[in-house]
């Protein structure tokens, strides 16, 4: 078992070398196969031993080996949350159909919410191209009419929430990317999921917000990203989702 799990590890931080690269390039709409990976400061393209994920970081402690820059601190956090996750889903999962929705789902999750804090956009590419991938996974597992209705249910309550906005704020506290993200997540989780999972991120969101401002990092005024907080609130969910029970009964019982 653990030997599986090693190897889930290594192929999941692979797979997370992969999504940095997406991270990178779809907000510049930028090719992401060619050219191969380069440093985005030097533009020196990478040897193959440059590319071993989180290995290659530590061995040129965190700079680039052309230009001394540093590299961003997203792209070893990437390949650990992407290594992580393969081992969670592998681990409670196993070798199933099930896992492989999960880890797409994760793994297209971790792009969108680094784009959204890098860039502060979500793009359709990622929202509306895997909402179509998940209605294809619903076909294999029969489960069509409840991920259509995860789906709606998901887009329909976060877009109340930027109809409400509107009208106490005058102006957008949640953006259309957000909606799309929620379509994808309910389409994927289903009704049930998905409202646990948008209770969870307005409790993340509601949480980080105060404190960023209380510490003065963010000012009221400031705009904070909401993708990453339902991003969060769905993985937690997903991979938490027995412990939330407990801890609802805990606290309600």
């Known amino acids: 078992m653990i030997t599986n799990l090693a190897i889930a590890f290594l192929f999941g931080s692979v ?12 907000p510049l709409r ?11 400061t030097c533009n020196h393209k990478l040897s193959v031993l440059d590319l071993f994920p989180l290995l290659s970081y530590l061995f ?18 990437v390949e650990l949350l992407s290594g992580f996750s393969f081992v969670w ?31 502060m956009i979500i793009p359709d590419e990622l929202t509306l191209g895997g909402s179509g991938i ?28 930027y109809l409400l906005g509107q009208l106490i704020y005058q102006q957008e506290t949640i953006g259309g990317g ?23 991120a307005m409790m993340l969101g509601s949480i980080i917000g105060v404190a960023l401002i209380a510490l003065r990092i963010k000012s009221r005024k400031d705009y904070i990203p909401f993708g990453p907080f339902l991003g969060a609130g769905c993985l937690i969910v997903i991979y938490f989702s027995k412990e939330l029970v407990a801890l609802y009964r805990a606290l309600v019982i």
């Not at 930028?30 to 985005?40: E, K, N, R």
């Not at 965190?62 to 601190?73: F, M, N, P, S, V």
């Not at 681990?91 to 784009?115: A, C, Q, R």
């Not at 619903?138 to 109340?160: E, M, W």
């Open 178 to 200: 957000d909606i799309k993200m929620m379509l994808l997540i309910g389409i994927f989780i289903g009704i049930k999921s998905t409202l646990l999972a948008i209770f969870v």
């Open 30 to 40: 930028q090719s992401i196969i060619f050219p191969p990976s380069h440093c985005t």
């Open 134 to 161: 998940g209605l294809l996974f619903s076909l294999f597992d029969k489960s069509l009419l409840p991920s259509v209705l995860g789906g709606l249910a998901g887009a329909g309550i976060i877009y109340a929430i």
């Open 89 to 119: 889903a592998f681990y409670s999962l196993g070798p199933s159909f099930l896992f492989l929705k999960v880890v797409f789902l994760t793994s297209i999750l971790i792009v969108i919410t680094f784009i959204d804090l890098e860039f």
């Open 60 to 77: 040129l402690k965190g700079k680039c080996r052309y230009c001394k820059e540093k590299i961003k601190w997203h792209y070893p956090l």
């Open 15 to 26: 797979i997370g070398s992969f999504l940095n690269v997406l991270i990178f390039r779809i």
